[in-house]
């Protein structure tokens, strides 16, 4: 159940309550591809730098080392010794960004798996039935994840199928949660808007979709290529034909920037590999912009990533010894790396939830952003 505590404009606050606990929005995932935050960070790391929500991966995780086996570990809770909610994509993205080859037809998708090359088939019901043999606490509906320079005819057949296929994992999901050998028989669905940069499109599969009365909504197939400006244009078109009391998930987003943005905006679910990947590149956030650890200024600088930061790096380690961890390859500094940007993530989203409930986000937003642009050099 999503309940809305607050609004500050169109920015909301709310907290949506779980079987695997409570999770307070906006919230910004912690992806976990492989059942694992990649650069080393472990669950109880994830615990210690405010992680609310954890993301796992169908598709790789249907590959390797297969959901079948996680389900007869007791589920990916279980499996990767976490106990707050885990959301599983799912398979869509991947199966259309990765694969190759691929026939995509009224059924599902006939592909080829990107490790081995065996082939793999996954439709609505396929996808359902692997997210529920992991047990997560919500499931994405199967979409197809169009270009976003696709044509117009194309986008219209491609969203219409995306609709078809979402009733039909509502109907496999509702068919599962009955069943008495499901691990989570409390599974929320949340299903994705699509659409490309076509704002008519977008707003009529929004109010389709919105009248299946699911867990949640997701806008999907945005920061694919498209303008930072499209992208917000399309926010800004869609999310008022989405329900206001469900939770608004803005997948694969972003930048601190993004975010600031697209919460103001009334999204309040997001997450994003940059974090951990600019991490394990030695690239850190802070409140006056993003630093390259690798750069010779930092040699002999004995401050932390950023002053006042409560992360593990920071409380411990200067930016001298990471970027010479960094230059000598030792996994420690990644690690360290991905610990600070996560924690600033997860710090950013507190804030944001107070600046919500104290009526101020417009101006934290512009203070926020104010900052980091002030310490681009």
Not at 17 to 24: A, D, L, M, Q, R
Not at 302 to 315: D, H, N
């Amino acid at each position: 159940m999503y309940e809305l505590i607050k609004k500050d404009g169109l920015a909301k606050r709310g907290r949506l309550h779980t079987v695997h606990g409570v999770i307070e929005t906006p919230v910004f995932m912690n992806v976990g591809t492989a059942a694992a935050i990649k650069g080393a960070v472990s669950t109880e790391d994830l615990q210690g730098i405010k992680t609310q929500v954890e993301l796992s991966n169908t598709y790789h995780l249907h590959v390797r080392p297969g959901d079948e086996v996680i389900k007869k570990l007791g589920g990916l809770h279980k499996f990767m010794v976490w106990d707050k909610p885990i959301l599983t994509d799912s398979g869509g993205f991947q199966v259309f960004s990765l694969a190759g080859l691929r026939k995509i037809k009224e059924e599902g998708v006939y592909f080829n798996s990107h490790i081995d090359g065996k082939k793999i088939f996954m439709g609505p019901e396929e996808s359902m039935q692997i997210q529920s043999n992991l047990g997560s606490t919500i499931a994405m509906a199967f979409d197809e994840c169009p270009s976003s320079v696709a044509d117009r005819e194309y986008m219209e057949n491609s969203v219409a199928r995306t609709t078809r296929w979402l009733e039909r994992c509502k109907k496999e999901m509702n068919r599962l949660n009955s069943l008495e050998d499901t691990i989570n028989q409390h599974q929320l669905l949340f299903g994705i808007n699509q659409g490309g940069v076509y704002e008519d499109i977008r707003v009529q599969h929004a109010k389709d979709i919105a009248k299946l009365d699911l867990d949640g909504y997701a806008i999907g197939g945005l920061a694919v290529g498209e303008t930072h400006e499209e992208m917000y244009r399309i926010l800004d078109a869609v999310v008022p034909h989405l329900p206001e009391n469900k939770p608004t998930y803005l997948m694969g987003v972003g930048t601190p920037a993004n975010i600031l943005e697209a919460v103001d905006r009334g999204v309040d679910f997001f997450d994003c590999v940059y974090p951990s990947r600019n991490g394990r590149h030695g690239h850190v956030y802070t409140n006056l912009g993003k630093l390259n650890l690798f750069n010779a200024k930092y040699e002999l600088d004995m401050s932390p990533i950023e002053e006042g930061c409560q992360c593990p790096a920071c409380r411990h380690y200067s930016r001298a010894y990471i970027r010479h961890l960094l230059k000598a390859k030792e996994m420690l500094g990644m690690r360290l790396c991905v610990l600070h940007n996560l924690y600033f993530y997860n710090t950013m989203m507190e804030e944001i939830r107070a600046a919500i409930e104290a009526g101020n986000y417009k101006e934290y937003k512009e203070a926020k952003l104010a900052g980091m642009n002030a310490g681009k050099k």
